[in-house]
């Protein structure tokens, strides 16, 4: 007897417990004007863990008037998307398949197709969520998601021209594009709460590393392809080079977000430019090797080093 009311106690103590821990984390949820799937997915966007399969965390039910609610989940620092069909993460598709064309384009449309959240601290997330076929809409009734409001019409404008006249479709002199690219990139981050980018996953230093980075990142796709020559002559002679290398001492200037697609982006290319080096000969992408391995393993830090240690193994065990 004493041995059942014993077991029953720590059935009790862990049921407890499990209702306790139920009790954090961030509840999403809200009503979407389709209801033709019947089911919402939440998934979980980590590029630098983009072979990943284990990427949905939850799905729920939508309700006949639309509504839908996932359980309580701990999403604090965490880049999670809602979608009504079961897919990969769109950066997921892309650099999984073809990881050489990571500096190619614009994040536009990876995070404004369906919504998607940048997670800190919200206990709730209520959206009206309006599904299209192209660029879906969201709106929060109580504010409660008034910053992923903010952070999907950041991406839905991230392609308009600023305060600058900075034109990437013409070639111009570098030196002067990269000062006009500053004027922007400043004029850009007004909409940044600067106190705040020093904790490493606030939702401020998650847009500050997306408007920093990603500025970078345009600059030298601009600047790589326009000037062949230029860059070849830097890649050759790195002891007298202050412009180009200046740009890479970047990389290890500040605490990058690390859920941020232009710090995965500038991480491949700050890779990039020390085999670039090495090599004394350019190249956009080197492929996975226990060569670029050794590289990084040598020249990355911090909390990233690891896992993107562990993307180039299962890189190079796929091509084996």
């Given at each position: 007897m004493r041995s059942l009311y014993l077991i029953l106690f720590l059935v009790a103590t862990i049921l407890s417990c499990k209702k306790e821990t139920n009790k954090t984390g961030t509840i999403i949820y809200g009503k979407i004007n389709s209801v033709e799937s019947g089911t919402v997915y939440l998934n979980e966007i980590d590029h630098f863990d983009n072979l990943n399969e284990n990427f949905t965390i939850d799905s729920?039910?939508?309700?006949?008037?639309g509504a839908f609610k996932f359980k309580r989940h701990d999403l604090n620092s965490k880049l999670v998307s809602i979608s009504t069909e079961k897919f990969k993460p769109f950066t997921y598709q892309i650099y999984s398949t073809a990881p050489q064309t990571y500096f190619f384009g614009n994040c536009e449309k990876f995070f404004t197709s369906i919504p998607t959240f940048y997670i800190s601290n919200e206990e709730s997330i209520n959206i009206n969520w309006t599904e299209t076929k192209s660029i879906d809409s969201i709106s929060s009734p109580d504010n409660s998601g008034a910053l992923q409001v903010q952070l999907r019409d950041f991406y839905l404008n991230s392609?308009?021209?600023?305060?600058?006249?900075?034109?990437?479709?013409?070639?111009?002199?570098?030196?002067?594009?990269?000062?006009?690219?500053?004027?922007?990139?400043?004029?850009?981050?007004?909409?940044?709460?600067?106190?705040?980018?020093?904790?490493?996953?606030?939702?401020?230093?998650?847009?500050?590393?997306?408007?920093?980075?990603?500025?970078?990142n345009k600059y030298l796709n601009w600047f790589e392809q326009n000037f062949p020559d230029q860059v070849e002559s830097l890649i050759k002679n790195p002891e007298s080079d202050t412009f180009y290398s200046n740009i890479f001492q970047e990389y290890?200037?500040?605490?990058?977000?690390?859920?941020?697609?232009?710090?995965?982006?500038?991480?491949?290319?700050?890779?990039?430019?020390?085999?670039?080096?090495?090599?004394?000969?350019?190249?956009?992408?080197?492929?996975?090797?226990?060569?670029?391995?050794?590289?990084?393993?040598?020249?990355?830090?911090?909390?990233?080093?690891?896992?993107?240690?562990?993307?180039?193994?299962v890189r190079i065990n796929n091509d084996l």
């Open positions: 729920t039910a939508i309700l006949k008037n392609n308009s021209i600023g305060k600058g006249k900075l034109d990437y479709d013409v070639k111009s002199d570098y030196k002067t594009c990269w000062e006009q690219m500053l004027i922007e990139r400043d004029f850009d981050l007004k909409a940044v709460d600067r106190k705040n980018i020093e904790t490493g996953n606030s939702f401020d230093n998650y847009v500050y590393s997306e408007i920093y980075l990603g500025h970078l290890n200037t500040h605490q990058w977000n690390s859920k941020s697609l232009e710090y995965y982006k500038f991480t491949e290319r700050y890779l990039n430019y020390h085999m670039n080096i090495r090599a004394k000969s350019f190249e956009n992408y080197y492929k996975s090797t226990q060569d670029k391995r050794m590289m990084a393993e040598t020249i990355l830090s911090g909390k990233n080093r690891q896992r993107y240690l562990k993307l180039i193994d």
